[in-house]
């Protein structure tokens, strides 16, 4: 019993040491989202060695799995900040629906509704396409669809009680049938960029590296305080995505709920994000108290923008 579990320790422990290579392999990629959950497993393997009296060999195992969420640290803590003490004045909802999950856009829509939310941004946005109208008692101002609304809508929608004004869309890569949105909106005097996305999944390999250079050059486009939210299908340690928040100085909740999937809760691979920069930070960051059918867990943000001065 104690050789296999060994065994089976020296090929997660393999696996780690693969999810930290810098390949562009889509099975690599993988392995690079969930190795923290691979860490942990390896941890729970080396205790039961310990107590079983392998001491030695759980001993080792305990090392690497310690060893390999050091490193893990060291990746996020650069872009990590911790809440702020500060009032919010901004409230966000980021929630990929499941584009099949038709059955539960009412349900959806009447949270929505219900929420005091200044800003939703909405990935697979079918469930709640056909009560748009309804929406718009709440937020009248969208970006996403054809002619405001009227038309065809894509699978990124933005609602939002301010208006948004230079709109943009835009694919980041022709491999992709997602769009990012992005707008701008004015709280209190200050200008705020506003950046909706959803990239391709990890087992698409260059293809979902090239979204995510692509995200970056619209993103050191922009000027000034900056939210972008979305599926990016990267945990947080997932190294493209920490090169992302390096190069524009973008910040994540220390703590950051698990999304996915959503039978793991808080423990599942945080792969959607809220994140800011300039002159935002967060006052709370949690799920959204219901996953509504769809197989990822939504956000709700409250930030804080310090106002311009007069």
Known sequence: MRGALFLVGLILAGLIALGHLDWLDPIILILNNIRVHLSALLGLVALLLIMGRAVRRGTVLLGCAVLALVLDYRDIAPSSRGMATAEPNLKVIAFNMLGSNMENGPAIADYLL???????????????????????????????????????????????????????????????????????????????????????????????????????????????????AGDFNAAAWFGPFTELLDATGLTRAAFEPGTWPVVMGNFGAPIDHVLVSGDAAFTSLSAMPDHFGSNHRGLVAEIALKPEAS
């Open 114 to 228: 219900q929420t005091d939310a200044d800003l939703v941004l909405l990935n697979e946005s079918a469930p709640v396409v056909p009560l748009l109208e309804t929406l718009r008692a709440s937020y009248p101002f969208l970006l996403g669809c054809d002619e405001q609304g009227e038309g065809q809508c894509g699978d990124v929608l933005v609602l939002s009680r301010l208006e948004l004004k230079a709109p943009r869309i835009t694919r980041l890569t022709g491999a992709s049938g997602h769009q990012t949105i992005a707008a701008q909106v004015v709280m209190e005097g200050k200008k705020l960029n506003v950046v909706s996305t959803h990239l391709l999944r990890p087992y698409f390999g260059q293809q979902q590296i090239g979204e995510f250079i692509a995200l970056r050059g619209l993103l050191e486009g922009l000027e000034g305080t900056t939210l972008v």
